[in-house]
């Protein structure tokens, strides 16, 4: 991570139309606009083409985030503490959706636990906690403490097997070990889990054994459900994911992300990742607790859909 900007925004606790449509959340909070963990697929960039900060730096978001750069709003918790207690105990809100709040900028400012505690104890809404970084089990006193109204999610990108690799695309987010040992002690204490297995990468957990060992990494947690879902073609990140690839003699698993990048091929590989997590998960006796994220109504796609919430 080269560089940290701070920004105080207007927002802290945004109503979430595509997060209910997931059955995730109702409710978003996010700690900044572009977070450190510099995952090489992310999409945020692309939300952010027309922000006034980055016209003020001169720079666009997408040239901002390839040098490195975060951007966190160390101010969030205060308008947290503000906004939430319009939230009953039937909205669920989710920390975070967009930007980590335990990212390694926002563990700076100790943001996610201030959030937390904001969250907890100004409301009484139900929260979910989705982040990469293991350094959330530092605040599991505190969500301890409001077991009955919290869930943890740790995403999982690739099965532990694959962690060097996934390391290569996700360079400042904890080792896949470190995210799903977090998830079991977590469980172990008892608080609730939900997996979070997105996205699903090519080349790297796309495939039935691999996807399989992420499945059944985030079921020895006991999650209430599991959220997947294929990588967003979105922005320029499939690029940046090949050339970081190819840099470090992945060019074998470059390729099945270059291929993704037709739209025709992309189509073949979520109807593929749609069939093959079902059939796993019915393999396993999990597809219950199965809920496959795709941006489409359907139309076209020849799969089991039975666990898909389609999106459009």
Not at 59 to 80: C, K, L, M, N
Not at 250 to 261: L, V
Request: glycine share 6%; net charge neutral.
């Amino acid at each position: 991570m080269n560089k940290v900007q701070e920004f105080q925004r207007s927002v802290g606790v945004t109503k979430s139309e595509e997060f209910n449509k997931k059955q995730l959340a109702t409710h978003a909070i996010n700690g900044g606009l572009i977070c450190g963990h510099g995952c090489a697929y992310c999409s945020t960039p692309s939300l952010l083409r027309t922000h006034a900060l980055f016209r003020d730096m001169e720079i666009s978001s997408f040239q901002y985030f390839a040098e490195g750069g975060s951007v966190v709003d160390p101010w969030t918790a205060i308008r947290v503490g503000r906004q939430i207690g319009s939230l009953t105990e039937n909205d669920m809100v989710m920390i975070s959706t967009i930007t980590d709040c335990w990212s390694p900028e926002a563990q700076k400012h100790n943001l996610g636990r201030k959030i937390l505690e904001q969250v907890l104890i100004n409301s009484k809404c139900q929260v979910r906690v989705l982040t990469k970084n293991a350094a959330v089990q530092n605040d599991f006193d505190i969500i301890k403490q409001f077991g009955d109204r919290i869930r943890i999610g740790l995403s999982i990108t690739s099965p532990i097997s694959k962690e060097n690799i996934i390391k290569l695309i996700e360079p400042n987010a904890s080792l896949m070990s470190e995210r799903i040992d977090a998830m079991k002690k977590a469980h172990s204490i008892g608080i609730k889990t939900f997996g979070m297995i997105c996205p699903v990468l090519p080349g790297i957990g796309n495939d039935p054994e691999s996807y399989k060992q992420m499945l059944s990494a985030v079921l020895e947690c006991d999650p209430e459900a599991i959220w997947t879902e294929p990588l967003n073609p979105r922005g320029p990140g499939i690029a940046r994911c090949m050339e970081i690839l190819d840099k470090n003699n992945h060019s074998n698993i470059a390729a099945h992300f270059d291929m993704i990048r037709n739209s025709t091929l992309h189509m073949d590989y979520v109807e593929n990742l749609i069939n093959m997590t079902t059939n796993i998960a019915k393999e396993i006796n999990c597809v219950d607790k199965l809920k496959i994220l795709v941006y489409s109504n359907g139309d076209g796609y020849r799969v089991d859909d039975q666990a898909v919430i389609w999106l459009k």
